[in-house]
């Protein structure tokens, strides 16, 4: 059973910045990606960032140059910086791991972590 645990959410004025932490339950390398997810009130589930284990980063043009994805191996924590916040960056973020599976992808999640930001 995969675990994966968020903090750092919160509120924080807009221009702030936060920083996201997932702490998995096992070596996170044995998971082909991780990921940070956002969810706002009546939107749909959004990716925000993601790592592979190879280390190749991708963020859509949202948040590029905003938010940056980074891990610590020795402490199975991925993280999530999120500078220079915007109110349309309220939402739950969620942090999610892959990995492929005899041919199937199996994706794990977080319980989320609400962050708001106030203009």
């Known amino acids: 059973q995969v675990h994966l645990v968020e903090s750092g959410g919160g509120l924080v004025q807009a221009g702030g910045s936060l920083r996201l932490s997932c702490a998995a339950s096992e070596n996170i390398f044995s998971f082909n990606s991780m990921g940070w997810y956002r969810q706002a009130p009546g939107k749909q589930r959004e990716l925000v960032a993601s790592?592979?284990?190879?280390?190749?980063?991708w963020y859509p043009d949202s948040v590029k140059g905003r938010f940056t994805i980074s891990r610590d191996n020795a402490k199975n924590t991925v993280y999530l910086q999120v500078n220079s916040l915007k109110p349309e960056d309220t939402a739950v973020y969620y942090c999610n791991a892959r990995r492929l599976i005899r041919g199937r992808w199996n994706d794990y999640w977080g319980q989320g972590t609400q962050v708001t930001v106030s203009s």
């Open positions: 790592i592979t284990s190879g280390g190749t980063t």
